[in-house]
């Protein structure tokens, strides 16, 4: 499987957006609920969510 770059610096995730939800719990491989949770403690922007979610071991392992 090839991984593909994102831009986290400059990226925001938008909880309004069912469709937005969806796409970053792939691109971050986390639980959307997770993502969610993550976004209401830390904000929205993508490399804090990311971060938040390494840290509190809510990131699925990749093998």
């Known amino acids: 499987m090839q ?3 994102i831009d986290m ?4 995730i938008d909880l309004h957006n069912k469709e ?3 796409e970053w719990s792939i691109k971050l ?3 959307e609920k997770d993502l969610i ?3 209401m403690v830390i904000g929205n922007s993508t490399q804090m969510v990311d ?3 390494i ?3 809510k990131k699925k ?3």
């Open 3 to 5: 991984k593909t770059y």
């Open 9 to 12: 610096k400059e990226t925001k």
């Open 20 to 22: 937005a939800i969806k």
């Open 29 to 31: 491989n986390c639980e």
């Open 37 to 39: 949770h993550a976004v």
């Open 51 to 53: 971060d938040f979610l």
């Open 55 to 57: 840290l509190n071991r």
């Open 61 to 63: 392992v990749e093998y």
